[in-house]
């Protein structure tokens, strides 16, 4: 299983930046998918978390109500929308998968990791 991520970049505060996660090698099995991210010298974080159904979606209280994870799994991908972006959403964001349907938001619950994008949000 490889997961690649794309759409990261520089944008102005307030901007919008979608972020894409492919997933080749797809097992069946895989449950939740989410995001992380990561900024310098920082712990990396949790950011969005999907079902494999995409019924329920879980946010960190940082960035709920601006960005919106979301997936198709007839293309093997999932997305985060990213919406009134603010520098301290500047980091490298990390697409994740896990096998598990409980993850606990928890970096170590999930098994596979892309190679991160960077986002860069200027004031």
């Known amino acids: 299983v490889q997961l690649q991520a794309s759409g990261g970049g520089l944008v102005q505060a307030g901007g919008s930046l979608r972020l894409s996660c492919a997933v080749s090698?797809?097992?069946?099995?895989?449950?939740?998918m989410g995001w992380f991210r990561q900024a310098p010298g920082k712990d990396r974080e949790f950011v969005a978390e999907?079902?494999?159904?995409?019924?329920?979606?879980y946010y960190a209280d940082s960035v709920k109500g601006r960005f919106t994870i979301s997936r198709d799994n007839a293309k093997n991908t999932q997305y985060l929308q990213m919406n009134s972006l603010k520098p301290e959403d500047t980091a490298v964001y990390y697409c994740?998968?896990?096998?598990?349907?409980?993850?606990?938001?928890?970096?170590?619950?999930?098994?596979?990791w892309g190679q991160g994008t960077q986002v860069t949000v200027s004031s």
């Open positions: 994740a998968a896990s096998y598990r349907r409980y993850t606990d938001y928890d970096p170590s619950s999930y098994d596979f």
């Open positions: 999907i079902s494999r159904s995409g019924g329920d979606k």
């Open positions: 090698g797809w097992p069946t099995s895989i449950y939740a």
